[in-house]
């Protein structure tokens, strides 16, 4: 059974840091891009960060590029979300989506809760 | 970056009824690069549809989506209590990868 695992979220002050984790099982993991997806309270599905299978290439919205940095460790099946200058507006819960360029996103995890609050 | 834009915003339907739902391009989208998803409360999204009009793996035949260029549409043929949602369109053929902002299925 795919499984996507996230973790790491919780409670941060503005421009703090934290690191999201994703472990993924039931998979070949080092094949598939991997994305992150964030949803603020109440809002729509906004797309975040996405990495191709070996790593080698990393893409981001505009609204994070240069403060998150997306990562994986494909000995370990895990995906990584380095979060840094959290601001107010990057509270959410954050995704961690199996991507397919057949599909899009074929699998979800439950999701990480990130606060971002003085 | 390529808009997607949703209508209605809010649909109230009753059981049994059709629902039709709108996902409107800013410029042409890929058709093989369109998807729909279905979100709960409280619950991840589930992918119901690829490439504008396959239904994805354990998703039942009342969903059907369709389309090409700038006009896409998910339908659901006869709503069941569980249908009522929120539905999001995506592309995914090139960064950034952008969202609809959703329509909510309410029962009516």
């Known amino acids: 059974e795919v499984q996507l695992v996230e973790s790491g979220g919780g409670l941060v002050q503005p421009g703090g840091s934290l690191r999201l984790s994703c472990v993924a099982s039931?998979?070949?993991?080092?094949?598939?891009?991997m994305h992150w997806v964030r949803q603020a309270p109440g809002k729509g599905l906004v797309w975040v960060s996405g990495i191709s299978s070996d790593g080698s290439y990393t893409t981001y919205a505009d609204s994070v590029k240069g403060r998150l940095t997306i990562s994986r460790d494909n000995a370990k099946n895990t995906l990584f979300l380095q979060m840094t200058s959290l601001r107010v507006e990057d509270t959410a819960v954050y995704y961690c989506?199996?991507?397919?360029?057949?599909?899009?996103?074929?699998?979800w995890g439950q999701g990480a809760l990130v606060t971002v609050s003085s | 970056e390529i808009v997607l834009t949703q209508s209605p915003g809010t649909l109230s339907l009753s059981p049994g009824e059709r629902a039709t739902l709108s996902c409107r391009a800013s410029?042409?989208?890929?058709?093989?690069?369109l998807g729909w998803y279905q979100q709960k409360p409280g619950r991840a999204p589930r992918l119901l549809i690829y490439a504008a009009s396959s239904r994805a793996t354990g998703i039942p035949d009342r969903f059907s989506g369709s389309g090409s260029g700038t006009d896409f549409t998910l339908t659901v043929s006869r709503l069941e209590p569980e249908d009522f949602a929120v539905y999001y369109c995506q592309h995914y053929g090139s960064s950034p990868y952008t969202f609809g902002q959703g329509t909510k299925l309410e029962i009516k």
């Open positions: 039931g998979f070949p993991f080092s094949t598939y891009w």
């Open positions: 989506t199996r991507f397919n360029s057949r599909d899009g996103y074929n699998r």
């Open positions: 410029q042409s989208v890929s058709s093989s690069s």
